[in-house]
């Protein structure tokens, strides 16, 4: 009896330390839960990206690999740099903060941000799809959600103080060399410069059906230029960056800047008909003039860029520029 005892007593203690394990254990679990959904937004690193779907809106853009590299939209060359970065974003970053219902709902709702649906696939599965926010009110750029009704997060790339939710956009611009034009002389049918800092500037250069260029002004075809001039003009459309597009800024402000006068309209026209045309802009940082950088845009596509001056301004010469006197300033 006294050893029946002492097996229920073993008995009792073994259970109680059973469930006292299984209480910690549950406790532990629920509070190690938030590091757990750190992972959610992160692919794991040692799977395979080979495709990056990005929907904002109407515009859909897809970042598919092919044994030739990072294609933009199945045709289009990636940026390199741009992509690589991208993917330690993808699989490297984690939970900074949660955000709050009433947050979310100042940040995000009261100002109209819409979400890009992110889609991440590898071979022919998806691995992840979230919700990004783009956003200005936290150093990392961003609010992201599993679904619409889950909960949001601020998420970063630790080690990385930079903002990743610039990463986050369709605009092909983004994606693409940051280049303007890469004509070659031989493709054009003609270059319109229209100067509204300085109006007596402007000018038109075309080819005639005999493989000579003709320079005129806002009236008149001109005489007397350099045709080396000209020629040396034409080359520097063959390479012509700009520094970065324009992301996280709202509507308001975009219409606030391209409803003043541009200070330059570059167009040019190839030989295939087709016509690309630099809008160009005075870019004011609180208040004061940028005397190093301008907005831009390219005609048909409604994101704004920032050029630098060093980069566009072996284009915007004056008339004089192809005389040998000033006789084309009049």
């Known amino acids: 009896m006294n050893i029946n005892k002492l097996f229920f007593k073993r008995l009792f203690v073994l259970l109680s330390l059973f469930v006292i394990l299984l209480v910690l254990i549950i406790i532990f679990h629920r509070s ?13 690193p040692v799977t395979e990206i080979t495709m990056i779907e990005l929907r904002e ?13 990072w294609k933009v939209n199945g045709n289009g060359e990636a940026r390199k740099n741009a992509v690589l970065f991208f993917l330690d974003i993808l699989t490297g970053m ?33 691995v992840k799809s979230y919700l990004v926010y783009r956003t200005k009110s936290n150093r990392y750029g961003n609010i992201m959600k599993m679904r619409d009704r889950a909960k949001p997060f601020i998420v970063s790339l630790p080690g990385n103080e930079e903002d990743i939710g610039s990463f986050f956009t369709a605009d092909i611009l983004f994606w693409t060399p940051y280049i303007i034009f890469n004509i070659h002389p031989k493709e054009m049918t003609s270059v319109l410069l229209e100067s509204n800092a300085d109006t007596a500037a402007s000018f038109k250069i075309r080819g005639s059906s005999e493989g000579k260029y003709i320079l005129s002004d806002t009236k008149k075809e001109l ?16 390479h012509v960056p700009f520094e970065r597009p324009v992301t996280c800024i709202t509507a ?23 016509k690309k045309t630099l809008i160009l802009w005075e870019r004011t940082e609180e208040g004061q003039k940028d005397n190093d950088r301008l907005w831009a845009r390219i005609e048909g596509n409604d994101e704004l860029l920032i050029v630098k001056y060093f980069d566009i301004d072996p284009l915007l010469k004056r008339r004089s520029y192809f005389f040998t006197g000033q006789q084309g300033d009049e």
């Open 32 to 44: 190690s839960s938030f590091g757990k959904r750190e992972a959610l937004f992160a692919v794991d």
């Open 57 to 69: 809106g109407e515009r859909e853009l897809i970042l598919a690999k092919d044994n030739e590299g």
């Open 94 to 126: 984690q939970i900074k903060s949660p955000v709050s219902d009433d947050l979310f709902a100042k940040e995000i709702k009261d100002n109209n941000i819409e979400a890009v649906r992110v889609r991440i696939v590898s071979g022919r599965k998806t």
């Open 223 to 238: 005489m007397g230029w350099d045709t080396s001039r000209v020629q040396r003009y034409l080359s520097y459309f063959i």
């Open 252 to 274: 308001s402000e975009k219409d606030n800047i391209v409803s003043h006068d541009p200070l330059y309209i570059i167009s040019v026209e190839k030989n295939d008909g087709n």
